[in-house]
Nanobody
Framework: VQLVESGGGLVQAGGSLRLSCTAS????????MTWFRQAPGKEREAVSC????????LYADSVKGRFTISRGDAKGTLYLQMNNLKPEDTAVYYC???????????????WGQGTQVTVSS
């Protein structure tokens, strides 16, 4: 399993970023996928999850209405569109998968190296 995140950067509050995660080494279209984030000194936070059939998307309350998760199964890519960013969204963002359970949201045993998102006020 290999997961590679990209798309992070520095943005002003109110701005937008689109994160991507390229997956390989497993049947991407058969697994639910999760985004989580971790800021320095804070606990890891699950941000969003999408079911393997795209029919279910879940969001943390802190990002609901501002973030949108999607997937491009043909490309083996997971996305996170982040709008109206706030300074408290600053963190390293990771995509993740539970390789043992195809329908598992919020649980994972593989994740990538992460991409840094910094939101200035």
């Amino acid at each position: 399993v290999q997961l590679v995140e990209s798309g992070g950067g520095l943005v002003q509050a109110g701005g937008s970023l689109r994160l991507s995660c390229t997956a390989s080494g497993f049947s991407f279209d058969k697994y639910a996928m999760t985004w989580f984030r971790q800021a320095p000194g804070k606990e890891r936070e699950a941000v969003s999850c999408i079911s393997r059939d795209d029919e279910t998307t879940l969001y943390a309350d802190s990002v609901k209405g501002r973030f949108t998760i999607s997937r491009g199964d043909a490309k083996g890519t997971l996305y996170l569109q982040m709008n109206n960013l706030k300074p408290e969204d600053t963190a390293v963002y990771y995509c993740a998968v539970d390789s043992l359970r195809t329908s598992s949201c919020w649980r994972y045993d593989y994740w990538g190296q992460g991409t840094q998102v910094t939101v200035s006020s």
